[in-house]
């Protein structure tokens, strides 16, 4: 199946500080990826849709100025927790669909990265 | 709104069956999918259903019921790695996906 990695997989970093997080397509290309976070005993909660060459479409609740999302080519997106604070650790997965001819299927997950915020 | 409801926990032996429900009420329907978590770990797929009926993949098979909302997972022969998170989601008519909330499965010897 295809791959997507993400980088660090783990990070912990003072508060105040801001930490990027790397998802990139390893065998196939996407135009969207999304990003998830998840709270301990918690379902995955969308965060942002990242649109290549566009603005991320942001969640509910989600704050853009917080979160920025980048995705700069059609096999690497990226997040950036801005201004971090302990409320912010979490676990942040990505996924990505390859695009396929007869639509969107199977959506794969990067193996995530935890956040620590001190 | 959109909803996804499956049991928050479950326990069953080793070597037996096991099914975890899944019902959905979401706006629009483009596929469910089924996902195993283990702890500290990403999600992977299990299974995708788009027809009504059965799909088996070796000792996992997945029913789905479009006009009742309905889903289950079945999990055969179970192994003490099978000890872990199930997730159910339906992809709506945005093709976004709704998540449940999970159900952890407790395999014991």
């Known amino acids: 199946g295809a791959v997507v990695s993400q980088h660090p997989s783990r990070v912990i970093c003072k508060s105040g500080t801001s930490v990027k997080i790397e998802c990139r397509s390893l065998?196939?290309?996407?135009?969207?990826m999304f990003w998830y976070r998840q709270f301990p005993k918690q379902s995955l909660m969308l965060m942002a849709t990242s649109n290549e060459g566009s603005k991320a479409t942001y969640e509910q609740g989600v704050e853009k100025d917080k979160f920025l999302i980048n995705h700069a080519s059609l096999t690497l997106s990226t997040l950036t927790v801005t201004s971090a604070h302990p409320e912010d650790s979490s676990f942040y997965i990505c996924s990505a669909y390859p695009m396929t001819s007869d639509g969107y299927n199977e959506q794969f997950f990067g193996p995530g990265t935890r956040l620590t915020v001190l | 709104g959109q909803n996804i409801d499956q049991p928050t926990e479950m326990t069953a032996t080793e070597g037996a069956i096991v099914q975890i429900n899944c019902t959905y009420q979401t706006s629009g329907f483009n596929g469910l999918f089924w996902y195993q978590q283990h702890a500290g770990e990403a999600p992977t797929f299990l299974s995708y259903n788009v027809l009504d009926g059965l799909e088996e993949k070796g000792r996992f098979s997945s029913f789905l019921s479009r006009s009742k909302g309905y889903s289950y997972l079945l999990l055969k022969e179970l192994q003490m790695k099978d000890s872990a998170s199930y997730l159910c989601a339906v992809r709506d008519s945005n093709y976004q996906l709704i998540w449940g909330a999970g159900t952890k499965l407790i395999i014991k010897p």
């Open positions: 065998d196939f290309q996407a135009t969207t």
